[in-house]
């Protein structure tokens, strides 16, 4: 799926008609397009639907989604609400997505009410991993001054040199020159354009015909009185002009597309412009000011005019302020005008670099897996999974907000080990609303079932009774023999319980899955504009060079698992020294792996820096198909896995899902210390997915 999202440069660059034409060159193309407007911008007097998904729906058959409407995402911007915001764009990006090729997205307008415009289309972009196409307005404006703006706007994306940022479409070009000429100049001035990183994507000269409203809307707009209604449903105002002078100097000023304004007493211009109409001249219309009617008498004469389909309307303002009023309308297209957003379109498409657009979306790119969409799939694919999950710590007021939010939106059915009239207290005092189906069991009430169970799991071990019963009194082993049992499908503890207490009976009584040799654990890194793997932060201090080979299997998995190609990246300190013990250590380990599973993509030892950034791994490792790629990034020991996880989270504006575990034959989760209700809630969602891949 390609994904160009339309950024303007600046308020007014005809963001609608770039997007009409958009999609029209791509649908000549051949391709299947979709359109998304993901938050509506109404200007005022709008009151219909969001004007660019009308317009888009009418003039090209397509049904896009409906945005969210302004109202609703200053709000949650305002509740520092962006991650959930961009959860509820997502889904409907989705809708946008089925059966099309490519979505052409358009992005916020920064106007003086939403100087917040920038900042969201730059989270909009990375979270649809869209490729950005820049819109700016050319009216009258130095080459060098357009080309400046351009490239602050390209800079704000990741600059005009990241491989996602494809260049610029120029609109309202106003130039004697042909649009060949003008690019050519352009780029003479612009070292921006010179190269093949950005560039210059269409010129779309001005054209006042594409800005002509039909004097309905006109009429619409300054709410005038219609006095003769004529042909003012397809006549078009070209220009306006005020008559204040003689009838000689005026007549030379009545063309076709004309909107003339006058005072209503004006009998000398209200005749010479019917004898114009009687011969011929399709007038925008003829606009009477100050509330003054002409006489009827007048009118008489003008019979033939009226006749002829000459429009009139009157207004109350006087001449000047009606004039100013005019200047001021809004001047974008009406969602009904069908034949003027058809020649818009058309025109648009004729001069953009089809070709190469075309050629952009037949290039096979990899998909990088955004924090937003990452948090929406793990939702619906929990949704979808329908787990039972059991929670030990079930009177946790953190807990039970959590469950009940995932049993009210159906990520998983969640099992709370505790008391009923401790939950229903703490749901009270926390205003908490519980689901009816929110399943609550008592432990002192179910426990003795799970004794004969226990010991026959741990015979081997000599387990009796009354030891089996004393060890069930912890409601973490009790719910790991829930989970032993196939009872429920995963368990999540963590909140109060040490990681050890909720690791040590799930060893004991779950054990490893056929093939593995050792518990891991994994971290997903939320970046702002993707999503990393990171092995082990948890679990095994000192693994040797078999037990990191494993560590990696399981992380290229667990990434795979979640929709994040893995190419792994054995981290060390350094690349090359072929003589020091421990490198030697993860080479050996690189080497076990690429032996287990030679489709893996692993490359080791490598130095952070070199597995994260292309320019290093150029340098390092110019022949690795991982450096300056790596999506899993799996650590020598704990000891550098644990600082680096969470250096990075709270110096790098990351966010950390996690820890999950893997290797055990049904999913038991840890939860991080201090989660707040969103981790526990996620931690649910990936429980529930590991169990359905278990299956």
């Not at 003008?302 to 302020?321: E, K, N, R």
């Amino acid at each position: 799926m390609q994904t160009f999202f339309i950024a303007p440069t600046d308020f007014g660059v005809g963001l609608t008609s770039i997007s009409l034409g958009l999609v029209r060159t791509l649908e000549r193309a051949g391709l299947k397009v979709g359109f998304f407007k993901p938050i509506a911008q109404p200007h005022p007097g709008d009151t219909g639907p969001e004007r660019s998904t009308e317009l888009v729906a009418r003039t090209h058959g397509i049904r896009p989604p409906t945005p969210l409407s302004l109202g609703e995402v200053e709000r949650m911007l305002g509740d520092g609400q962006l991650d959930e915001l961009l959860e509820l764009i997502i889904s409907l990006y989705q809708q946008a997505c089925r059966g099309k090729d490519v979505v052409v997205v358009e992005g916020m307008v920064p106007t003086r009410n939403a100087s917040y415009a920038a900042r969201v289309n730059l989270h909009l972009a990375k979270s649809l991993d869209a490729e950005v196409i820049l819109v700016s307005a050319a009216e009258h404006e130095v080459l060098s001054e357009l080309s400046g703006r351009v490239e602050l706007q390209a800079q704000m994306f990741g600059g005009p040199r990241d491989p996602k940022v494809l260049g610029v479409i120029l609109n309202k070009v106003r130039t004697d020159e042909s649009m060949a000429d003008f690019a050519r100049r352009l780029r003479e001035h612009s070292p921006l354009l010179r190269g093949d990183d950005f560039r210059l994507l269409g010129c779309i000269p001005f054209q006042a015909e594409l800005n002509a409203p039909r004097t309905r809307d006109v009429a619409e707009l300054l709410g005038a009185q219609v006095l003769n209604a004529g042909d003012y449903e397809q006549r078009r105002m070209n220009t306006i002009i005020l008559c204040a002078r003689t009838v000689a100097n005026t007549v030379p000023l009545l063309k076709p597309g004309t909107l003339v304004v006058t005072p209503g007493d004006r009998d000398d211009i209200i005749l010479a412009v019917s004898l114009a109409a009687i011969n011929g001249v399709p007038l925008a219309g003829l606009l009477l000011t100050s509330d003054s009617k002409p006489d009827p008498r007048i009118l008489g004469l003008c019979h033939g005019a009226l006749q002829a389909g000459l429009p009139i309307l009157s207004v109350s303002t006087g001449s000047y302020d009606t004039a100013t009023q005019l200047n001021s309308l809004n001047r974008e297209i009406p969602v009904d005008d069908r034949e003027r957003a058809e020649f818009i379109t058309d025109f648009v498409a004729s001069h953009l670099d089809a070709a190469w657009l075309h050629q952009r979306c037949g290039t096979p790119r990899e998909l990088r897996l955004s924090p937003a969409v990452f948090r929406y799939q793990l939702i619906q694919r929990a949704q979808q999974a329908n787990k039972r999950i059991v929670l030990p710590e079930g009177a946790e007021p953190l807990l039970v907000q959590a469950a009940a939010l995932c049993q009210a939106r159906g990520i998983a059915r969640c099992v709370l080990l505790a008391r009923p009239d401790e939950v229903h207290a703490v749901a009270r005092a926390q205003g908490i609303s519980l689901p009816a189906d929110l399943e609550i069991l008592d432990p002192e009430q179910i426990r003795s079932r799970y004794v004969e169970p226990m010991v026959e799991l741990r015979k081997s071990k000599n387990l009796n009774a009354p030891m089996a019963e004393q060890q069930l009194e912890d409601p973490v082993v009790l719910a790991t023999m829930m989970l032993a049992l196939g009872e429920v499908d995963g368990l999540v503890s963590g909140l109060v319980h040490s990681t050890a207490n909720t690791i040590r009976p799930a060893l004991q009584l779950i054990k490893t899955a056929p093939g593995c040799s050792l518990v891991s654990s994994v971290f997903f890194m939320l970046f702002p504009d993707q999503v990393l793997v990171y092995g082990d932060c948890v679990m095994n201090p000192h693994p040797s060079a078999p037990e990191l080979a494993e560590i990696a299997r399981q992380s290229a998995v667990s990434a795979d698992a979640f929709g994040i190609a893995p190419r792994v990246a054995m981290i060390s300190y350094s690349s090359d020294s072929a003589s020091d013990e421990e490198v030697g250590k993860v080479r050996e380990a690189t080497h076990l792996a690429q032996q287990a599973v030679p489709q893996l993509l692993i490359d080791g030892p490598l130095q952070y820096d070199a597995a994260a950034n292309p320019d290093i791994a150029r340098q390092l490792a110019p022949d690795s198909q991982v450096a300056g790629r790596a999506t899993v990034f799996v650590f020598p020991d704990l000891n550098t896995g644990n600082t680096t996880h969470k250096a990075v989270q709270r110096s790098a504006d990351g966010v950390s899902l996690g820890p999950m575990l893997q290797g055990l034959r049904k999913p038991v989760n840890d939860l991080p210390r201090g989660a707040q209700v969103d981790d526990i809630v996620h931690t649910i969602a990936l429980t529930a997915i590991q169990a359905s891949q278990v299956q």
